[in-house]
């Protein structure tokens, strides 16, 4: 099981909060955005527990086909989604239950005697450090590359998650030969027909990278164009093009 | 005279507290059960409530006022005086007919202070909240009901979680039991002390009560009393 990474101040104490309800009987809710580790700490607590996601539970109680008899413990996710919240714990009255949820529940919370609230990553400095460190250690060992933290960009946009994702896309990105780019393109190309592009259309594939990456590294049209070997009116043409550069807002020359 | 002696002796026997007054504040005689009340309020706090219910002339006052002191509340008060020089006030008691009994199937013999750690961390932790913390480790194991206990500590942590500083004490009580099923118990009681007027809601007395937690307001207090069931 993957471990509930606990560096900074404040999930140190949800850990501890976490480790000290899973021997009591009580019910405890889990409170925190998307990708925060709700599920993570969940398992913590309840270890041995089946985990279900509260909208299909839901349904399947009100079919009758849950046999509640089989469990002493159960994770349910995303409990905040139930509609009838109150008549479903009724429901699993007798089950000690860990529930997550993205948002506060003033209506139940009074059935979970413990509530945790893990603040999203951005607010917990030291984990996002770790987590940077094994998401950018394990996806350099995927893609057999050697890339440094320091040169990625994050997302935290749904915290761990997005984290997660952009790191293992930039390091695959990186990863690419020039016959994986080839063949990528390839394949993107081919999908592309699809929805009936043209050649010209197509062209702004291999364009618009090829001139972004230009502008970063020469600055100055006049650099670019000598450096790229074209025409200074064609490049002109294609920056309008492409990027609607007017003679106010165009690299300086 | 014999007459006199059984009045004094009815008011001395009563279940309600009985005080009277002289002009200046001072109590010139109380039953029982106003020095058991003079433990918990100020002789001028009930003085001013004779006198700020008292009747425009002389005569006797009855008014209807929920009033709560320590673990006691009243439903109604008699303020009567018939000459400028006293003043005698009377607090009804409310009586509850709920039967003092505990149920053994959810209890659970737990460490109480890991429960405080536990409802303290978990309601607190986005507070600034500073606690001085002051237990009495001496307190051994009990049996407690571990959920509504939590639920009930919760609702207090989270009472106080603007404030910047309380404190909170944790000890035996010296000399006081509580009865339950005929069976004395020792009663443990959890202080918080802040600097801000108390005031509880229902649903906070009620949470206290589905624990066995007998909960009452001193001005800048707040108590919470269980009894010790080993």
């Keep these: 099981m993957k471990k509930f990474i606990a560096q900074s101040e404040a999930s140190k104490k949800i850990l501890n909060i976490a480790q000290m309800s899973s021997s009591l009987p009580v019910n405890v809710l889990i409170i925190g955005e998307i990708g925060v580790g709700k599920k993570l700490l969940a398992q913590n607590i309840l270890p041995d527990a089946s985990y279900f996601d509260a909208k299909i539970l839901e349904e399947t109680l009100m079919n009758g086909k849950f046999n509640i008899d089989e469990y002493k413990e159960l994770i349910i996710l995303n409990i905040d989604t139930v509609l009838n919240k109150k008549e479903f714990l009724l429901y699993l009255n007798g089950i000690k239950i860990v529930a997550t949820s993205n948002r506060n529940l003033t209506d139940i919370e009074s059935q979970f005697a413990i509530k945790i609230d893990i603040p999203p990553l951005n607010q917990r400095i030291e984990d996002l450090e770790e987590l940077k460190k094994v998401y950018l250690s394990e996806a350099n060992d995927i893609y057999n590359t050697n890339i440094d933290i320091n040169d990625l960009a994050f997302d935290l946009s749904l915290n761990g998650n997005t984290l997660k994702n952009s790191i293992y896309k930039t390091v695959s990105m990186r990863a690419l030969s020039d016959d994986d780019m080839m063949e990528s393109l390839e ?24 001139l972004n990456a230009a502008k970063k590294r020469f600055k100055s049209q006049l650099k670019m164009a000598t450096k790229l070997n074209l025409n200074r009116i064609t490049l002109r043409k294609k920056l309008e093009q492409y990027f609607q550069e007017t003679p106010d807002n165009r690299l300086g020359e | 005279m014999e007459n006199q002696d059984f009045y004094e002796d009815l008011i001395e026997y009563d279940l309600n507290p009985f005080l009277l007054f002289d002009s200046n504040g001072k109590v010139k005689s109380y039953n029982k059960e106003a020095e058991f009340l003079l433990n918990f309020v100020s002789i001028k706090e009930l003085f001013q409530l004779a006198v700020s219910n008292a009747s ?27 000459s400028e020089d006293e003043i005698a006030l009377r607090l009804y008691k409310v009586v509850s007919n709920k039967v003092n009994t505990i149920n053994n199937d959810k209890l659970k013999l737990v460490n109480i202070f890991s429960l405080i750690e536990l409802s303290k961390n978990s309601t607190l932790l986005s507070s600034d909240l500073k606690i001085d913390e002051l237990y009495d480790i001496s307190i051994p194991e009990m049996k407690i009901n571990i959920n509504n206990f939590l639920l009930c500590l919760n609702e207090c942590f989270i009472y106080f979680s603007n404030d910047e500083k309380i404190s909170l004490q944790v000890q035996i009580k010296i000399g006081e039991y509580e009865i339950i099923d005929n069976i004395k118990y020792k009663i443990v009681s959890l202080e918080f002390i802040t600097n801000r007027d108390v005031e509880l809601s229902n649903e906070f007395e009620q949470k206290a009560s589905n624990a066995n937690i007998n909960i009452f307001t001193n001005h800048n ?10």
Excluded: H, M, W
């Design chain 1, 187 to 210: 394949f993107f190309i081919s999908n592309k027909f699809n929805e009936d592009k043209d050649y010209r259309e197509l062209l702004q594939y291999f364009e618009i990278p090829l």
């Design chain 2, 56 to 82: 425009t002339n002389f005569g006797f006052n009855q008014k209807y006022i929920s009033l709560k002191y320590n673990k006691q509340s009243y439903y109604a008060i008699l303020v009567g005086y018939v």
């Design chain 2, 221 to 230: 207090r707040l108590n919470l009393e269980l009894p010790i069931i080993l």
